[in-house]
């Protein structure tokens, strides 16, 4: 982190204890400074793209913090575009987190989490959350709302969370098979959702809006997969922090128009660009450890390497139908590829590394996180055995302090190398 971003995390984590309000304050006003900064004076290197997203969901976590009564706090699975229609914002542990750590008060809030009991071992994501919200800093939103999928942390973050704010929580069971059963019962689901939200919000839903978002859904995805063909055939140095963007706008944030903008801003940037490959591509498995200056150094805007795509951006794109929004946001429930069994998540990863032209593969193994931990040593064995090498990186997605940095950056060049020596 810069000198100047530490010396604002000194200031901030010095407040938290005893004033809470306070930090609360200068972290949103943080949070709306980046979105202007990045809408009217963005860096050089960044385009248009990823400066316009975060110009856009760096406003919306200083809202989440400064209003907390008009959000509601969700799992980044759940579709929101329910939410939208109804003009609720939604919150979400990895957003928050990431932004806690740019702003390097992670330590704090970390610190505060385990103090309340929280396990040393529990996902760093949520951890985080945890701790800002048994701090005071997050206040209390009107909602808790959560699927039973990808990790075992939702079912126990969120009922700990509605408990501490005195807010209703709803939680969407997503079946482990997909067919068209299970389809409908999640439907049914989330039309009692709607029901459940207009009850504690006093907010109608208006099915002709959610219809509207469904539409803005159907267009940022079919903008979304137009780009990843163009990216199939051109290089795109880029930095890690646009495929975290990319997995916010194609989750928490699908279905609104913004996302239309966003998806199309990618789509001609990228149709811009001279085909032809260069540097070595790679397909990332999981969270991005974005915050660590030493990865920075290898992977952002690197003629040595790109991350061309990472499976959190493509493992729900199906075509929503406003004709049927609940029914729509079932099915990317059902049949996305953290549902079910590391099976359906691995196939999809090597369909994906198939169409674009990926050398290597990097699975994060993000602090915390069973489920992907768990299945790492499946998943390397399947995508070695079709001829992508795989590298298992351990680390952690927001926590500062629970890096081997040394170790992660030995391990990343000499994947990149045995990547470079391939004939």
């Not at 999928?149 to 807010?167: G, I, K, M, P």
Request: charged content about 20%; proline content about 5%.
């Amino acid at each position: 982190m810069g000198s100047v971003v530490d010396q604002f995390g000194a200031i901030v984590g010095g407040q938290v204890g005893g004033h809470p309000r306070r930090a609360r304050w200068l972290l949103a006003t943080a949070y709306h400074l980046v979105g202007a900064q990045m809408r009217y004076a963005p860096p050089k290197r960044l385009g248009k793209a990823q400066s316009y997203i975060q110009s856009v969901v760096s406003p919306m976590m200083g809202h989440a913090l400064a209003h907390g009564a008009s959000c509601a706090c969700v799992n980044v699975f759940l579709p929101c575009e329910l939410l939208h229609a109804m003009d609720i914002t939604p919150m979400f542990p990895e957003g928050l987190a990431c932004y806690v750590t740019s702003t390097s008060t992670d330590t704090v809030f970390i610190q505060t989490a385990e103090e309340h009991g929280v396990p040393e071992s529990y996902c760093s994501y949520h951890k985080m959350l945890l701790g800002i919200a048994e701090s005071g800093v997050l206040p209390p939103p009107c909602a808790i709302l959560n699927t039973s999928l990808a990790c075992d942390a939702n079912q126990l973050t969120f009922r700990r969370l509605s408990e501490l704010y005195h807010v209703p929580h709803f939680t969407v069971d997503v079946p482990y098979q997909p067919n068209e059963d299970a389809v409908a019962y999640v439907a049914d689901q989330l039309r009692e959702m709607g029901r459940f939200l207009s009850q504690h919000t006093g907010k109608p839903l208006s099915e002709q809006r959610l219809r509207q978002a469904l539409s803005y859904s159907r267009e940022t995805v079919q903008n979304y997969w137009r780009y990843l063909g163009l990216r199939a055939t051109r290089s795109m140095p880029d930095e890690m922090t646009s495929e975290m963007f990319a997995m916010i706008a194609l989750h928490i944030m699908r279905g609104k128009p913004e996302m239309v903008k966003y998806t199309n801003l990618l789509l001609h940037q990228v149709a811009a660009l001279p085909e032809g490959l260069c540097g070595k591509r790679l397909l990332w498995v999981h969270t991005l450890p974005y915050w660590q200056g030493s990865m920075k150094q290898i992977l952002n805007f690197s003629d040595r390497c790109e991350i061309v795509a990472s499976d959190m951006t493509y493992e729900n794109m199906i075509l929503p139908d406003p004709d049927h929004p609940y029914e729509s946001m079932a099915r990317m429930l059902v049949e996305g590829s953290y549902n079910g069994g590391a099976d359906r998540r691995t196939e999809r990863t090597l369909d994906m590394a198939k169409k674009m032209n990926i050398d290597g593969i990097v699975c994060f193994c993000h602090w915390g996180c069973k489920q992907t931990s768990g299945a790492a040593g499946y998943m390397k064995r399947t995508f070695e055995a079709a001829g992508y090498p795989t590298l298992l990186l351990d680390g952690d997605g927001c926590d500062s302090g629970n890096v081997g940095d040394g170790q992660m950056v030995t391990r990343l060049q000499a994947f990149m190398e045995q990547l470079e020596g391939r004939i």
